[in-house]
């Protein structure tokens, strides 16, 4: 009986002729730098949008402390928290009135920290953060002067 399998015929064995490399799975070539190049153009576009972030984040505290915002309403800070999944969860209904403002302030400087420094959402975030009417932000309570 004879073999009538061709699907082998002329292949060189990998083993020994290596004549193949470029078509082995995760083989980089010598003389193919474009893959480090562009790693490295990748890595220099995360680093620049990490920092503009940075200056995002900055400039919004810096926003947030002259006006007296500390975070988005309960129901704005879910939806915020929903969208982006910044590490904690945002104070909801039952421990919103139990928590101070200095509380909900880190809460929300947490988040906010955490999402420029390990994740790619901050832009999108930062975008919906602006969207979100001054009416719709908790801010400092003022505690009456004792007399």
């Known amino acids: 009986m004879k073999n009538t ?3 082998f015929d002329g292949t060189v064995n990998l083993s020994t002729g290596m004549q193949h490399k470029q ?3 995760g083989y980089q070539g010598t003389n ?3 893959y480090l190049k562009d790693g490295f153009l990748k890595y220099q576009n995360f680093i620049e949008e990490r920092r503009n972030n940075i200056e995002k984040l900055n400039s919004l505290k810096l926003h947030m402390e002259v006006t007296g915002k500390i975070c988005p309403k309960a129901w704005h800070w879910g ?3 929903k969208f982006f999944q910044p590490m904690h969860e945002s104070y909801w209904l039952s421990s919103w009135w139990e928590t101070t403002d200095d509380e909900k302030q880190h809460r929300f400087d947490e988040q906010l920290d955490y999402l420029v420094t390990q994740t790619i959402r901050f832009r999108e975030a930062y975008e919906f953060l602006l969207e979100i ?3 719709n932000w908790y801010r400092k309570t003022e505690t009456p002067a004792f007399k």
Do not use: G, K, Q, S
Request: hydrophobic share 25%; aromatic share 20%.
């Open 5 to 7: 399998n061709t699907a």
């Open 23 to 25: 078509y082995l799975p």
């Open 32 to 34: 193919d730098p474009i």
């Open 79 to 81: 939806r915020f928290y």
């Open 133 to 135: 009417e001054d009416r």
